[in-house]
């Protein structure tokens, strides 16, 4: 019994003298809104080498049309997919809509790529849409982001019909055609 006790007091004491473990109060400092869609804009194999946690990948290749598709690359030629709707709804699966905040993320700030997606998602009523190099973006503080949830569908405030003929109009020249290093893309025509 008295070892017992000893043993009781000795166990006590131990436990009894232990200082509660100091917790730390981790507080992310997180540059992006809630309301923020990460886009990147680079190749897939790019992104799927290195990419931000929490963002999106977008191709226009996924968002044309491919006219012979068993010829060879030279002779193949990409059309614009006419279906807004369509495209819209893409996008709002990717968690786009106009109420979000996009981040273009490309391998340089002015990149072919983002200046593609920006004038697209513009044209889609989507405005706030801002353009970085993934070096920028590595640079910022910030947290993990959420996983993109999918948004509602929006209408074109300027009605489907016009906002389908303007784009249709520039499409092929602003945002399939690709441009070789050498060539600019037309900041002009493109506005």
């Not at 905040?101 to 706030?128: A, H, P, R, T, Y």
């Amino acid at each position: 019994m008295i070892r017992f006790m000893k043993l009781f007091l000795l166990v006590g004491l131990l436990y009894g003298c232990q200082q509660a473990p100091t917790t730390a109060l981790e507080e992310s400092v997180d540059v992006f809104a809630a309301r923020t869609v990460l886009v990147d804009t680079r190749s897939a194999l790019d992104f799927s080498s290195f990419n931000i946690k929490g963002s999106t990948n977008l191709l226009v290749d996924d968002f044309v049309v491919l006219q012979n598709p068993l010829a060879k690359p030279k002779n193949q030629k990409r059309y614009f997919d006419s279906n807004l709707q369509s495209m819209i709804e893409r996008l709002s699966r990717r968690g786009i809509s106009p109420a979000k905040k996009i981040i273009l993320i490309g391998s340089q700030k002015d990149s072919i790529e983002n200046k593609k997606w920006k004038w697209m998602l513009n044209n889609l009523e989507v405005n706030e849409v801002y353009m970085y190099s993934l070096d920028q973006v590595r640079k910022m503080k910030h947290g993990n982001f959420a996983e993109i949830q999918a948004e509602p569908l929006w209408e074109l405030k300027l009605g489907v019909d016009v906002q389908k003929e303007f784009i249709l109009n520039k499409a092929q020249k602003c945002f399939v055609n690709g441009y070789p290093k050498n060539k600019k893309w037309p900041e002009d025509y493109c506005r």
